[in-house]
């Protein structure tokens, strides 16, 4: 009797394991299946998503890549209207690549756009300077104290330029955009 039930048992453990292995086989094909439509969607449109590279580059695009930005930070952010025409909006915010903006400043008169970008995840100025073709320079206060790198590069009229964190120069901590010739 004894030896009938452990049989019993261990074709009852084997028919247990065979169906746990074939449902999970099940899910995971069903999970990669789920996948597979996001990941193309997002390669499918990688230019319009609102990432750091995309907001470095749209403004190489003359006027119209600027109001590109200035659109993308309007949808993103709860843009709260300040005084002479000047919007402010608090983060965080996550973009679709991943990084994080802590706010955005949109002052319309002067045509400047800051963009404060979170230190985690760490967004690489040699890898966002290579994207914009920026030069580097450290950049001081009055008292000779180190506020990190300045990067710029001015083309299509328009200055795009971004900061690093003092000491380490390790991480973008802002994006600035401005006209390069006053408006009119």
């Known amino acids: ?107 319309e008169l002067s045509g400047q756009v800051d963009i404060g970008v979170a230190g985690e995840p760490c967004v690489s ?3 966002a300077a290579g994207w914009i073709g920026a030069q580097a320079a450290i950049t001081q206060d009055a008292h000779g104290q180190d506020r990190g790198k300045t990067y710029r590069t001015q083309r299509a009229g328009n200055w795009i330029e971004f900061t690093t964190t003092p000491a380490t120069y390790r991480c973008i901590d802002s994006i600035n955009l401005y006209p390069a010739k006053p408006p009119k």
């Open 1 to 107: 009797m004894r030896s009938t039930c452990l049989r019993a048992s261990r074709r009852h453990l084997a028919y247990s394991l065979a169906l746990a292995f074939a449902a999970c086989a099940l899910m995971s094909c069903s999970t990669t299946g789920a996948r597979a439509p996001e990941q193309r969607q997002a390669a499918a449109d990688p230019a319009g998503s609102i990432t750091i590279e995309n907001l470095l580059r749209w403004p190489l695009e003359g006027e119209a890549g600027k109001r590109r930005v200035d659109a993308a930070l309007r949808r993103i952010f709860e843009m709260k209207p300040l005084q002479a025409r000047q919007f402010s909006g608090d983060g965080p915010v996550k973009l679709s690549d991943g990084n994080v903006l802590s706010f955005a400043w949109i002052a």
């Open 125 to 127: 100025p040699e890898q």
